[in-house]
């Protein structure tokens, strides 16, 4: 049988308090946050199913990346090897996301930068003798 939020909180940080302690450290300062306290009671404002999920994204990026900022240069590395926009514009823009929606990011596939082939290469996958020679003509003409 699953466990409710309220029973899961329980068994694994004892209380509220205590999960909302250990979030208070990980989660990043927003909307105006100038103080651990602030932070604290916006966390406790949140129902226990929101902190859960907070606490397991916030796991996610340690164990995996370590911190946002390093969450936010994979995302920017794998758009550029994919050979699409990643300029700083991009990277402000990503800087506004939640964690939750940055971690959602990296499952995404981007496609492989497109290979550029050789003119015999392009010769090889013509179709049909007359295809062929068109492009042997202009291979000529080229060289």
Do not use: C, W
């Given at each position: 049988?699953?466990?409710?939020?309220?029973?899961?909180?329980?068994?694994?940080?004892?209380?509220?308090?205590?999960?909302?302690?250990?979030?208070?450290?990980?989660?990043?300062?927003?909307?105006?946050?100038?103080?651990?306290?602030?932070?604290?009671?916006?966390?406790?404002?949140?129902?226990?199913?929101?902190?859960?999920?907070?606490?397991?994204?916030?796991?996610?990026?340690?164990?995996?990346?370590?911190?946002?900022?390093?969450?936010?240069?994979?995302?920017?590395?794998?758009?550029?090897?994919?050979?699409?926009?990643?300029?700083?514009?991009?990277?402000?823009?990503?800087?506004?996301?939640?964690?939750a929606r940055?971690?959602?990011?990296?499952?995404?596939?981007?496609?492989?930068?497109?290979?550029?082939?050789?003119?015999?290469?392009?010769?090889?996958?013509?179709?049909?003798?007359?295809?062929?020679?068109?492009?042997?003509?202009?291979?000529?003409s080229l060289?």
């Amino acid at each position: 049988m699953k466990l409710t939020p309220l029973q899961e909180m329980k068994k694994d940080f004892g209380d509220r308090k205590g999960l909302v302690d250990r979030l208070v450290d990980m989660v990043e300062k927003q909307r105006g946050d100038s103080s651990s306290d602030e932070v604290r009671s916006r966390l406790m404002s949140l129902s226990n199913k929101k902190l859960l999920r907070l606490y397991g994204v916030e796991q996610k990026v340690r164990e995996r990346f370590g911190d946002r900022e390093k969450l936010v240069a994979h995302i920017l590395k794998a758009r550029k090897d994919a050979a699409l926009t990643a300029d700083e514009s991009y990277e402000t823009k990503l800087r506004t996301f939640s964690t939750a929606r940055l971690l959602d990011m990296t499952r995404q596939r981007y496609p492989a930068a497109p290979v550029k082939l050789t003119p015999e290469q392009k010769l090889a996958a013509k179709r049909g003798p007359k295809a062929r020679e068109r492009a042997a003509a202009k291979m000529k003409s080229l060289a």
